[in-house]
């Protein structure tokens, strides 16, 4: 069974550009989340999606977005890059939460703002 | 807001000699408390998930355990292949997921 796959690995972007981050997650899955991993305040929440629907948001600001196609497949989107968004952004899936209460993770895509 | 709070931030072992990592959480609604560990360059891998307090879990060298407001992660004679960075998230999703992380605690196992 395929696991989570987020594509780019890697990007490398310059201040105020725009950049689109995917996530195919595994196969009957239909939570997909979205988390930013940085050295100095680790995993944080940024949203979660449930049937093409945001279910949750974490606490950041609007430049940051995402969608959920209906094969589950997610995007990501950042707007008007800032230095501080370099980061890991990984995507976990999730069974329905009746069957087992997991998130399993991709591998995260690397984005260097320069 | 939810808060995770993990210690030590880093810990060297000796090979065989075991110990703890603690996870101190307040959460409004625990709905699931999760052990990862993540090695570099890649995504958190799933260990555990707890609910109740007194509940435990067992893999191979790792025992989890959880009260009211702390959750340890016991390693028993540890080798060099679980040096990693291990996470502890609480969940406070009604029926969804929304978890609030720790910082870690990066592991070492000295041969």
């Known amino acids: 069974k395929a696991g989570v796959t987020q594509t780019p690995r890697y990007l490398i972007k310059t201040r105020g550009q725009q950049v689109t981050l995917s996530c195919s997650p595994i196969s009957g899955h239909r939570s997909v989340s979205w988390y930013q991993q940085t050295p100095g305040q680790g995993l944080q929440f940024l949203f979660e999606y449930f049937s093409e629907t945001q279910r949750n948001k974490g606490n950041f600001p609007g430049r940051f977005s995402g969608r959920q196609f209906s094969n589950s497949r997610s995007e990501m989107n950042v707007s008007t890059l800032e230095l501080g968004d370099s980061a890991l952004y990984l995507c976990?899936?999730?069974?329905?939460?009746?069957?087992?209460?997991?998130?399993?993770f991709g591998a995260g895509t690397r984005l260097s703002v320069l | 807001e939810d808060q995770v709070t993990q210690s030590p931030e880093a810990l060297r072992l000796q090979e065989g000699e075991s110990s703890s990592l603690n996870c101190s959480y307040t959460v409004s609604g625990l709905r699931g408390l999760f052990w990862y560990r993540q090695d570099p360059g890649k995504g958190p891998e799933f260990l555990f998930t707890?609910?109740?307090a007194g509940e435990e879990k067992e893999k191979e060298r790792l025992k989890a355990t959880l009260t009211k407001k702390e959750s340890f992660l016991h390693i028993t004679a540890p080798k060099p292949e679980d040096s990693a960075t291990y996470l502890c998230a609480a969940n406070s999703g009604a029926g969804s997921y929304q978890l609030t992380f720790g910082k870690g605690t990066k592991l070492s196992v000295i041969p």
């Open positions: 976990a899936s999730s069974p329905p939460l009746e069957k087992k209460n997991i998130q399993y």
């Open positions: 707890l609910y109740s």
